[in-house]
């Protein structure tokens, strides 16, 4: 099954096992609107396996290189709602940043652009389970 390109938030149920897989188109394609003489969202191709949310983890170290011309990195997180207060970010409290899931209130999520942090290494932690995409 294969969607039309979406901005928006998504949250997949299924009965039996599945694999889900997101892509994010590369230069002028990333921006969906392209053709209609507005300006383009340079970026790279990329496919990301998603983790079910019952094989989430509660901390992780990650790395996103600084050395390359990439102006935007971004972290996507989906933690449960009632433990949305517990996510730290390099220690610090990032509880502000999420948003609850409309069709799925027990599921909050927040996109948060690294850059603003600074740096190149990144802790997450809380005190359940979460994914996070970099």
Same mark, same amino acid.
């Given at each position: ?6 901005? +928006?938030?998504?949250? &997949?149920? +299924?009965?039996? *096992?599945?694999?889900? #897989?997101?892509? #994010?188109?590369?230069? &002028?394609? $990333?921006?969906?609107?392209?053709? %209609? @003489?507005?300006?383009? *969202?340079? !970026? ?14 509660? =901390? &992780?170290?990650?790395? /996103?290189?600084?050395?390359? +011309? %990439? /102006?935007?990195?971004?972290?996507? &997180?989906? %933690?449960?709602?009632? *433990?949305? +207060? !517990? ?7 990032? /509880?502000? =940043? ?11 999520? $927040? ?6 942090? @600074? @740096? /190149?290494?990144?802790?997450?932690? #809380?005190?359940? @389970?979460?994914? #996070? %995409? $970099?």
């Amino acid at each position: 099954y294969t969607t039309e390109p979406t901005t +928006a938030f998504s949250f &997949i149920n +299924a009965d039996k *096992k599945i694999s889900v #897989a997101q892509y #994010a188109l590369t230069q &002028i394609c $990333a921006d969906s609107r392209n053709g %209609i @003489g507005l300006p383009t *969202k340079p !970026s790279d191709p990329d496919m990301v396996l998603l983790n079910p949310l019952e094989y989430s983890i509660d =901390r &992780i170290t990650l790395y /996103s290189s600084t050395k390359l +011309a %990439i /102006s935007e990195q971004f972290l996507n &997180i989906t %933690i449960p709602t009632s *433990k949305v +207060a !517990s996510f730290k970010l390099n220690n610090q409290d990032f /509880s502000n =940043r999420f948003n609850v899931f409309p069709s799925q209130p027990e599921f909050s999520y $927040a996109q948060i652009l690294l850059h603003q942090i @600074g @740096g /190149s290494s990144f802790s997450l932690s #809380a005190d359940t @389970g979460f994914n #996070a %995409i $970099a």
